[in-house]
C-alpha cells in the first residue's frame, strides 16, 4: 500500500501563517505547504521565517524549507586568480537596483541543458512588486549598455535571500555576487541563502548549514535593522571599494 502524501493549505485569509519549517518533508526535500499567493506581505512572511516558494507553471504555489541549507558568508566571498586576471581583461561596471526587471527576466530566460523555467511570468511580477516596496534588491553587470550578469534576492532584517543569478558573459554573475556580498558586507549583513545546494555554488564557496541552524540565523537576523528602500544610491560607493579591489576598472565609477 502506498503512503499518501498529506500537505498543508495555506489559509488564505492569514498570509503570516505558515507550518513549522521544521516539519518540512524530507522527500522531496523540505516541501512544506502549497497555496495561498505571491504578495509582498506573505513573500516577506516566508523569507522571515526561512521559506521560499518554488514550483513550476502547472503546479500550486508550493512552498519550501530544504535541509540543508546552501549559504555564502559575505566576508568570505572573493575573487579567485582566475577570475581576477578574466576581470583584468573587461572593462566592465557594477549598479544597484537599476535594472531589477531585467535582472529576473534574464534569470528566467532559458539556459543550455535546462528545459524551462521555474521563473514564470507570475514569479517575475510577484518580485517586482516587492521590489517597489523596498524589499527585494539588485545587483547588475554592464558591458557598456549591455547587461552581462547579474543576481536578485530579498532583504529581511539583516538576512539576504538570493534568488537567482545570470550570466551573458563568463564570470559576470559572480562579480554580481561578490559586489552584492561587498555591499551587504558593509551593511553587517553576514550571511546570502542561497536556498539549495548545487556543485557549482559550493564551487564559488558556498557551504551548508543544518535546517535547524540556518533557522535560529534567520530568526535572529530578521530583527535586526536592515536596510529597506532603494539601494540605487550605494552605486559609487560600491564601484569605489570594488575598484579598489581591482575587480572593476577606475573608469567605471
Known amino acids: 500500500m502506498s503512503a499518501t502524501l498529506t500537505l498543508p493549505l495555506l489559509d488564505s485569509t492569514r498570509p503570516e501563517r505558515f507550518p513549522n519549517p521544521r ?12 497555496g495561498g499567493d505571491l504578495t509582498p506581505r506573505r513573500l516577506l512572511a516566508a523569507y522571515s521565517q526561512g521559506i521560499f516558494p518554488w514550483f513550476n507553471d502547472d503546479e ?21 586568480r582566475s577570475l581576477r586576471r578574466l576581470l583584468g581583461r573587461q572593462r566592465w561596471r557594477v549598479t544597484i537596483d537599476h535594472a531589477f526587471r531585467e535582472v529576473v527576466e534574464a534569470c528566467a530566460s532559458p539556459r543550455p541543458g535546462q528545459i524551462g523555467t521555474w521563473i514564470i511570468p507570475a514569479m517575475v511580477q510577484a518580485y517586482v512588486a516587492l521590489h517597489k516596496t523596498g524589499h527585494a534588491h539588485s545587483v547588475e553587470v554592464w558591458d557598456g549598455e549591455r547587461l552581462v550578469g547579474g543576481v536578485y534576492g530579498v532583504a529581511v532584517g539583516r538576512l539576504f535571500c538570493g534568488e537567482s543569478m545570470f550570466s551573458r558573459e563568463s564570470g559576470g554573475s559572480k562579480l554580481a555576487l561578490i559586489a552584492l556580498a561587498r555591499l551587504l558586507r558593509g551593511w553587517d549583513f553576514p550571511l546570502i541563502d542561497a536556498q539549495v545546494t548545487n556543485p557549482h ?40 571599494r570594488l575598484c579598489d579591489e581591482g575587480l572593476v576598472a577606475g573608469d567605471a565609477i
Do not use: K
Request: hydrophobic share 45%.
Open 60 to 80: 500550486p504555489i508550493l512552498w519550501w524549507s530544504p535541509d540543508p541549507r546552501c549559504v555564502f558568508h559575505t566576508a568570505e566571498l572573493h575573487a579567485n
Open 201 to 240: 555554488l559550493l564551487s564559488m564557496g558556498a557551504v551548508e548549514y543544518p535546517r535547524a541552524q540556518f533557522l535560529r540565523v534567520v530568526a535572529q537576523l530578521n530583527h535586526l535593522p536592515g536596510q529597506p528602500g532603494n539601494w540605487s544610491e550605494f552605486t559609487p560607493q560600491l564601484l569605489a
Open 23 to 34: 516539519n518540512a518533508l524530507r522527500e522531496p526535500n523540505g516541501l512544506l505547504a502549497f
